[in-house]
């Protein structure tokens, strides 16, 4: 018991190793301007008498975070001039992208919405998306970064810095505008987007990774244009760019075995989590709870639970590897779904709904963290921002998607048969997770890349 012990206090020494702090920093800095298109800015447009057609419409700003991917190549292969040369590839987009999100979110607090809703929608538009390219770098640097083993730890960290930076952008802009007005409020968030610009400048550069398969594909294309001599020169070098930079990345994936099982596991994974979760709110209406309680047990008890949850799945990474993660953390998502049903046949009970979000939440933020180091282990570091901004776009496009379907479902069967379905939808991603791990060699991988039972 003693050594097992010792096991874990040692595994639990990745925390303290400075790249993965850096990662919660970086994930703050990712995290804060969310609320500033969403959340706080509806409360502002409302607040100035916007109607509630227009203040949904503005939803529509997000659209970048769900489409990053299509950008994703350029982050990844073009250079900027200076900052690529100063700082490299990733810090040198990092501090750009970081500087213009701090421009839009001062430009987006000066707007009018009451008399010019059409330019404060842009401006939402622009931090969403000066948000969401940084992501696309931030993640690329975190894979870069981290060994596999700390890939665990890397998302708990990622999941920390995001939540507390969703927190201060949330409740701590609503404070600012109380005290004074909302451009305070949004020079104050903009000002604290520092915290990510310091970090990028306190650590250094991950190294250039240039694989097997990224050396094999530039062997291709350039066999391809030695045939074509009407395609050298200028066309040449576009073609061969475009193929290393936006064509490779995903013919890389393609030619991995079991890739397209791959995909739907990725799809399916969090399905059962997700389909719960898009009803919670209603379901705890229904059972009689106060927005008060809601708030109080669902936002703060759940943050912590959701944080604790984070760091526990990292550990598990760092301790038992990926693959017993996934299984571990899959299960425990999938029973969590069972509590909701508890809390059905219990009604209104406060101690069962903090027991429900508490464990739904644990469970859920260990299965984030091991779902993201999975994810993580499936990038070829030659093409990192791509593929991880490919594989986490479609994560979250398959969990909307699917999970939409809840609302109809609720309405086909009460609360007990509808969270005994949404148990049972976390089974298909159990399955995937089986196949894959019975068809490929845990020393390959699922889908091709390493995927350890071990870790260092």
Known sequence: ???????????????????????????????????????????WLAEVGIDKTTIGLFALAGTPYTLKFLWAPLVDRVPLPWLTRRFGRRRGWMLATQGALVLAIVLLGGSDPANA???????????AFCSATPAIAIDAYRVESLDEPRYGAGAAMVVLGYRIGMLVSGAGALYAASFSDWQAAYVLMAMLMSVGIITVLLNPEPPVVDSPESRAQQARIARFLQQRPDLRGAAGRTLAWLHS??????????????????LAFIMLYKFGDALAGVMGNPFYVELGFSKIEIANVTKAFGLAATIAGGFIGGLLVSRLGILKSLWICGLLQMASNLMFVVQALAGYDLT????????????????????????????????TATQYALLSSLAAFGRTLLSSSGGWLADQFDWVIFFLLTTAAALPGLVLLW?????????????GQSLSDTAS
């Open 1 to 43: 018991m003693t050594s097992t012990l010792r096991a874990w206090l040692s595994a639990s020494a990745v925390y303290r190793d400075p790249r993965v702090v850096a990662i919660g920093f970086l994930g703050f800095s990712s995290g804060l301007p969310l609320a500033l298109t969403f959340g706080t800015l509806t409360l």
């Open 117 to 127: 809703p059409t330019a404060t929608a842009l401006l939402a538009f622009a931090v």
């Open 245 to 262: 930079a936006v064509i490779a990345p995903f013919a890389e994936f393609l030619t991995r075995p079991g890739w397209l099982t791959v």
């Open 352 to 383: 069962v709904l903090t027991l429900t979000i508490g464990l739904e939440n644990l469970a859920g933020g260990m299965g984030t963290a091991a779902f993201v180091a999975y994810l993580s282990s499936l990038c070829n570091l030659a093409y």
């Open 435 to 447: 196949w894959l791990a019975r068809r490929y060699s845990p020393q390959k991988g699922v889908g």
